[in-house]
């Protein structure tokens, strides 16, 4: 395997020595505008011009088209849109064209772009120039940071998910820098993410901005949504909008679904099927289609099972449970915006997940106490139905109001060892949100409502524990745009009946000091109840007791978390040998004011829970450069910083399985594409993770301890794709290339129902290589 791990990784570095030019199909530009009426005339010029389709977004400023080179080009469109009074980053629409727009597309014409061409200077010069724009419009495709938003945001689409295997939203960061992942259990192969140095429950997770990712979904969530599902993935680092909720605290991962296109004429199908080399398969179909001019729907199926035996360490255990899922969305929407002024999405969705881990050889039809191996079983129902209408007012296309619904349902029957844990909940989530102008578009406000329902039902041996939240909230949110800055300030209040009046404020600002130099400033409150079992099933799978020390609370006898997150970050474009280069360097500090802790320290036969008495803090700095050395091919390195430590009863600690430093590198090629689509993607992605703290085990057996701190170590992953053709692609990738696996993954493996058995000492992978292969089609 190392020998053949070495082939694979010199084989890609020399392909990426050759390159080419491509000659593009998709591409996206930067147009600015401000409501759907500037959607509509952006559109209308994009067509006129010769696009075969085209769709601008007010939300990112970017237009996407498709286009027949040999028949147009992007300048030849790009100006047509300029006529129309639209700036883009290649042409400049002439006073007079700008002045004829009505009052609400009035756009700032500020120093977005890195150029802006005057529409007299389109000769020559322009159209060497040409070739430029496109690599540029590329590295948004794949991953970009909004310009025009106040806080940091990063567009993640399809092309960036097409660079792994990405089975599902857990996998779908694996090329990317700003979030972490990493096994959080040996037994049940669960991953999580991190950012800014804090557990994934810091950050908010939604689905077409809906919550999605919380409660008891928390542990096993990220595998809920497959990743040929996702159509784009937006990640906001910091405080981010007071009108999502009040529970962002590092920062929001939102998920969008792929959605049938308002422009598409006929039904889109895609079949994925996929397989590596430990037994795990899956199918996904994702159907898209126009019902009338008015009604899209799609349908979305998955389904995937693990059968192999998988034991790299051969310590007995499964490294990856076995069992398998299936997943159903029906999607329904309607777009009337530009007439009635009406638009509509509708949502359902089904999961049944079922996995079983454990000793190799245990069978989960016969009751644990009736075997000596150890088993578990985790069995978890799913279902959803969201609706999201919004209403553009008559003649004022800046107006509108939003109404999202969500219902959700889910159940959790599982079993560790002998410890079970059976949980379900009920939630409703209302938001209503109004949008307008003060005087003119550089003045926007949003104020609206929310509401939140959950309830709990969880057993924990023989306790049970029942909860019901409700929180209604109100909020309003002010967005201030100047030629070279924007401001974005907010505030929610938000009466929770066990955790009280929770007053949440929050603010975004942005300055281009230069057209290619952007600085950021962040700050903002959030809070969040913790859901101890559900979070923390990572320990379950261990001899440890769960202990809560009670503080007087009314969630579990805890108080609700609390806590401040300030940013700072500075955006520099430059040219590097000709070729665009981007340098983005931030440092976010987050202050816990309250804080569930989880101690592992205190013994290791135990997991105490209980608030914070003390500060924590964590402090996350990170560098990142992107840089494009030679057509098509793109190199993305980062380096990231980590202090994260809170007062444990023991004293000031280190977080544990946090790496102080950590380093990245990810490198994509790609051959030309020639007129029938056919071209070779390559893609590798190295990680470098510091050595960790690791829980206290002194008081263990000598042969049941461990060190303060891990040992560092990397990672490597690779993938090559073929396209056949525009409807045919084929990939092949390995991950954990380098082989790395960490020695001791699971204490007393030989005695599970011991006092020393712990599977939840995770600091690096569990398995070895793995290797897959899977394919697209298209009709």
């Keep these: 395997m190392n020998n053949l791990s070495r082939k694979l990784m010199f084989f890609m570095l020399l392909l990426t020595s050759f390159f080419s030019f491509a000659q593009a199909v998709t591409e996206q530009f930067l147009v600015k505008g401000n409501c759907g009426q500037c959607k509509a005339r952006i559109e209308k010029a994009a067509l006129k011009a010769g696009a075969t389709s085209a769709n601008w977004t007010a939300e990112n400023q970017t237009l996407t088209m498709v286009l027949d080179e040999s028949k147009v080009t992007c300048d030849t469109i790009l100006k047509q849109v300029a006529e129309a009074g639209h700036d883009n980053e290649k042409f400049k629409a002439s006073e007079d064209a700008y002045k004829a727009l009505p009052a609400c597309c009035l756009y700032s014409r500020g120093s977005d772009f890195e150029k802006p061409n005057d529409t007299a200077q389109h000769d020559a010069e322009s159209d060497a120039k040409q070739i430029e724009g496109v690599k540029l419009t590329r590295e948004k495709e794949a991953t970009s940071i909004s310009k025009k938003e106040a806080g940091l945001i990063f567009n993640i689409s399809s092309k960036e998910l097409l660079k792994a295997a990405c089975c599902n939203l857990s996998e779908s960061f694996e090329t990317n820098a700003t979030v972490d992942v990493s096994f959080s259990n040996a037994v049940t192969g669960t991953k999580q993410l991190k950012m800014l140095g804090l557990d994934q429950k ?86 898209n289609s126009p019902i009338s001019d008015k009604w899209t729907q799609s349908v979305l199926l998955h389904g995937n099972g693990t059968f192999g035996d998988t034991d790299m360490n051969d ?118 949100i109004f949008e307008s102008i003060i005087g003119n578009t550089n003045n926007k406000y949003k104020i609206g409502a929310s509401f939140l329902y959950d309830k709990y039902n969880e057993d924990y041996l023989l306790d049970n524990y029942k909860r019901t939240e409700t929180v209604p909230g109100l909020f309003a949110e002010y967005t201030l745009t100047g030629e070279k800055f924007t401001l974005v300030t907010g505030a929610r209040v938000d009466f929770h009946n066990l955790a009280g009046t929770q007053f949440t404020p929050r603010m975004n600002f942005k300055y281009d000091l230069t057209p290619t130099t952007i600085f950021r400033i962040s700050a903002g409150r959030g809070f969040r109840t913790a859901n101890i079992f559900a979070e923390n099933q990572a320990y379950f799978a261990s001899n440890r007791q769960i202990q809560i020390i009670n503080n007087g609370g009314e969630i579990y006898g805890l108080k609700p978390e609390i806590a401040w997150n300030y940013g700072v970050s500075i955006q520099q474009e430059f040219k590097l040998f000709g070729r665009k280069s981007t340098l983005l360097a ?90 029938k689509g056919r071209f070779w993607s390559f893609d590798t992605t190295l990680n470098l993770v510091g050595k960790q703290r690791l829980p206290n085990t002194k008081y263990n057996p000598g042969e049941f301890q461990i060190g303060d701190y891990s040992p560092s170590y990397s990672t490597l992953n690779a993938q090559i794709s073929r396209n056949f053709s525009e409807k045919i692609r084929v990939y092949f990738g390995g991950e954990n290339l380098t082989g790395y696996q960490q020695k001791v993954a699971i204490f007393d493996a030989g005695n599970p129902f011991g006092n020393y058995f712990d599977g939840g000492m995770v600091y690096a992978p569990v398995m070895k290589q793995n290797f897959y292969i899977g394919v697209d089609i298209k009709f």
Excluded: C
Excluded at 233 to 246: A, M
């Design 202 to 287: 810091y950050t908010l997770l939604t689905k077409e901005q809906l919550p999605e990712i919380r409660g008891l979904a928390s542990a096993y969530g990220l595998n809920f949504i497959p990743g040929k599902w996702i159509g784009g993935i937006q990640l906001t680092k910091g405080g981010s909008t007071v009108v999502n909720g009040y529970e962002s605290i590092t920062g929001q991962i939102n998920t969008e679904l792929l959605k049938t296109k308002d422009s598409a004429k006929k039904t889109e199908t895609e079949i994925n099927l996929f397989s590596d080399n430990n037994g795990r398969v899956e199918a996904n179909v994702t159907s």
């Design 315 to 432: 310590d007995g255990f499964l490294d990856r449970p076995k069992g398998s899922q299936l997943n159903v969305a029906y999607l329904l929407n309607y777009n009337d915006l530009e007439d009635s002024g009406f638009g509509s999405h509708f949502g359902i969705n089904f999961l049944k997940d079922e996995r079983t881990a454990g000793q190799i050889g245990f069978n989960k039809r016969i009751p644990q106490k009736d075997q000596s191996l150890y088993g578990v079983g985790i069995d978890i129902s799913r279902f959803q139905l969201w609706n999201k209408t919004g209403y553009v007012f008559k003649g004022k296309p800046y107006q509108s109001l939003g109404w999202m619904n969500q219902l959700t349902y889910h159940q959790q029957d599982s079993f560790f060892g002998l410890r079970n844990y059976f949980g379900k909940e009920t939630s409703y989530y209302s938001n209503l």
């Design 586 to 675: 931030d440092f976010f500090r987050t202050n816990f004011q309250d804080q569930v802790v989880t101690d592992l320290d205190e013994s290791a036969q135990k997991i105490l829970f209980y608030n914070l008495e003390g500060k924590s803090f964590a402090n996350s700095f990170q560098t990142q450069w992107d840089f494009q050395p030679l057509k098509n091919l793109e190199f993305r390195v980062a380096y990231k910083y980590y202090d994260v430590a809170l007062d444990y009863l023991s004293g000031l600690k280190k977080v544990p399985f946090m790496a102080k430093h950590r380093g990245f590198a990810n490198l994509a090629y790609s051959t030309n594409k020639t007129e």
